[in-house]
């Protein structure tokens, strides 16, 4: 199975900050790498397709990048609403498998 | 707009069974790949099973193998999960999503929680 490392598992920002958040591979995955975000108490919603194709109805703010074994996703300038986990997910093969995720929180 | 309307959950013995029913709609539900995921209290979100548009094709998790079952009824537009042998470690909230190319996860329910307690 491919294992999904996220790092850091907890982000404390200030609004306004521009942070990125760490996702890496335990093989290569090409760019077949999604980004969600979780509020609590909510379904999770896809921000990211594709390590960097971006999502209908998804703030700019919100960014992807990467390829192979890392990949990140950036928040520029961190607005209220931004705060809560974060799930990186490998579509590369069978099992599908996400990170643990990172809990963005306000400083 | 697209809606997925999951039901059937609730607190389970072990060893007993429970099928969960995913309603659909908004969308054409037999062009899509559909998936359930889940999330045990306080914990990350797992894969479980997809199904293929038509049906022809299954996949499963090691974990759930031959204890759960993904079925689909496009006529009716609902997905369904049907768990056999539950064990406690199955407890979770259970998400049905849309799973196209059965890559990310488009559309989600708002999920339904499975308890296995005796």
């Known amino acids: 199975d491919i294992m999904l490392t996220q790092s850091p598992a907890t982000l404390s920002v200030t609004p306004g900050e521009s942070i990125s958040l760490s996702c890496r591979a335990s093989?290569?995955?090409?760019?077949?790498l999604h980004w969600y975000q979780q509020k609590p108490n909510e379904s999770p919603r896809v921000l990211i397709k594709?390590?960097?194709q971006t999502i209908s109805g998804i703030p700019s703010r919100f960014s992807g990048s990467g390829s192979g074994t890392d990949f990140t996703l950036n928040i520029n300038r961190v607005e209220p609403e931004d705060f809560s986990v974060y799930y990186c997910?490998?579509?590369?093969?069978?099992?599908?498998?996400f990170g643990s995720g990172t809990k963005l929180e306000i400083k | 707009e697209v809606q997925l309307v999951e039901s059937g959950g609730g607190l389970v013995q072990p060893g007993r069974s429970l099928k969960l029913s995913c309603a659909a709609s908004?969308?054409?539900?037999?062009?899509?790949?559909m998936a359930w995921v889940r999330q045990a209290p306080k914990k990350g979100l797992e894969w479980v099973a997809t199904?293929?548009?038509?049906?022809?094709?299954?996949y499963y998790r090691d974990s759930v193998k031959g204890r759960f079952t993904i079925s689909r009824d496009n006529a009716k537009s609902t997905l369904y999960l049907q768990m056999d042998s539950l064990r406690s470690e199955d407890t979770a909230t259970y998400y049905c999503?849309?799973?196209?190319?059965?890559?990310?996860?488009?559309?989600w329910g708002q999920g339904v929680m499975v308890t296995v307690s005796s």
């Open positions: 594709y390590a960097s």
């Open positions: 093989q290569s995955i090409s760019t077949n």
């Open positions: 199904i293929i548009y038509d049906g022809s094709r299954t």
């Open positions: 908004g969308f054409t539900f037999s062009d899509y790949n």
């Open positions: 997910q490998q579509s590369n093969s069978w099992p599908l498998t």
């Open positions: 999503a849309t799973h196209p190319l059965g890559a990310r996860f488009d559309y």
